[in-house]
């Protein structure tokens, strides 16, 4: 599978989010912010990925942060640590990966620190937004959102 976006960006800025490629650099304050959301994580995830493992460490965290700057410098996937406005603190994290369902362009994933939940639907507002006007993908999917999961499995096999 692959993305075919129109343009890509590295980072995202608007009154409420800073986003940029995850990389490295960010694994620390990362790291604390998925551990401290593991059990919403897992259940949000749950069926399309065991993500994050209980005993998750900082290494682990490291690991993963440079394989998602991997894929997004092959153009695999892009994955973005979402700030807040000033940059002060981590807050989330949103993944554009591709489709695997016919009729969609791409799929959205994102997630927001319990403290922020209330921005979810801005960020996703904004998220879908921008990979239409700005990447260029029509119809991205919000899969285990507007999709259940066992329906997007279920579209999968169909494609």
């Known amino acids: ?10 980072s995202y800025h608007d009154e409420h989010f800073t986003l940029h490629v995850m990389h490295p650099k960010f694994s620390e304050p990362d790291y604390h912010l998925v551990m401290r959301n593991q ?34 410098n092959d153009n695999i996937a892009y994955g973005f640590c979402v ?10 994290s949103v993944y554009i990966d591709p489709s ?29 937004t921008w990979l239409k006007t700005q990447w260029g993908f029509s119809n991205p999917a919000l899969v285990a959102r507007e999709i259940p999961l066992k329906q997007w499995q279920e579209m999968k096999k169909a494609s």
């Open 1 to 10: 599978m692959s993305l075919s976006a129109k343009a890509i960006h590295h």
């Open 39 to 72: 059990q919403r994580l897992r259940a949000l995830f749950a069926g399309q990925a065991d993500w994050p493992k209980p005993d998750m460490t900082l290494a682990n965290n490291i690991a993963a942060m440079e394989h998602h700057l991997r894929e997004f």
């Open 83 to 92: 700030f807040d406005s000033e940059e002060k603190e981590c807050i989330g």
């Open 100 to 128: 695997e369902v016919d009729g969609y362009d791409c799929e959205l994933h994102y997630w927001l620190d319990n403290a922020w939940l209330a921005l979810e639907p801005v960020l996703e507002t904004n998220m879908l």
